[in-house]
């Protein structure tokens, strides 16, 4: 297992950007399938973004596709998030998630990853 720890959240104007990271402690993050959720406060988390254990294959909810990117760095053991031309509405806890995966493939479902980080608050005032 790997623990997950999310940083980089902040307060920013609308148009910003921000770059969340996910640092992972353990051994076997190579294989971990990573994703990032949100939840806004009264409201269901959801994906934002996905990534499969390689990097080759990423997923971005229509929310956010062409404004953020998920990408890893499995030497460094961490995940990415860069938020950019953010909204009001981008506003919310952002969560980091992992499981192990050999297919190759990436996850988009809260019950299909079995490793949460703590959340990182996102805030875009407008």
């Known amino acids: 297992q790997v623990q997950l720890v999310e940083s980089g959240g902040g307060l920013v104007q609308a148009g910003g950007s921000l770059r969340l990271s996910c640092a992972a402690s353990?051994?076997?993050?190579?294989?971990?399938?990573m994703g990032w959720f949100r939840q806004a406060p009264g409201k269901e988390r959801d994906v934002v973004a996905a990534?499969?254990?390689?990097?080759?294959?990423?997923y971005y909810a229509d929310s956010v596709r062409g404004r953020f990117t998920i990408s890893r760095d499995n030497a460094k053991s961490t995940v990415y998030l860069q938020m950019n031309s953010l909204k009001p509405e981008d506003t919310a806890v952002y969560y980091c998630?992992?499981?192990?995966?050999?297919?190759?493939?990436?996850?988009?479902?809260?019950?299909?990853?079995?490793?949460w980080g703590q959340g990182t608050q996102v805030t875009v005032s407008s």
């Open positions: 998630a992992g499981r192990v995966d050999f297919s190759g493939g990436y996850y988009t479902r809260i019950t299909d990853y079995n490793q």
């Open positions: 353990g051994r076997t993050f190579g294989r971990y399938a």
């Open positions: 990534i499969s254990w390689s990097g080759g294959s990423t």
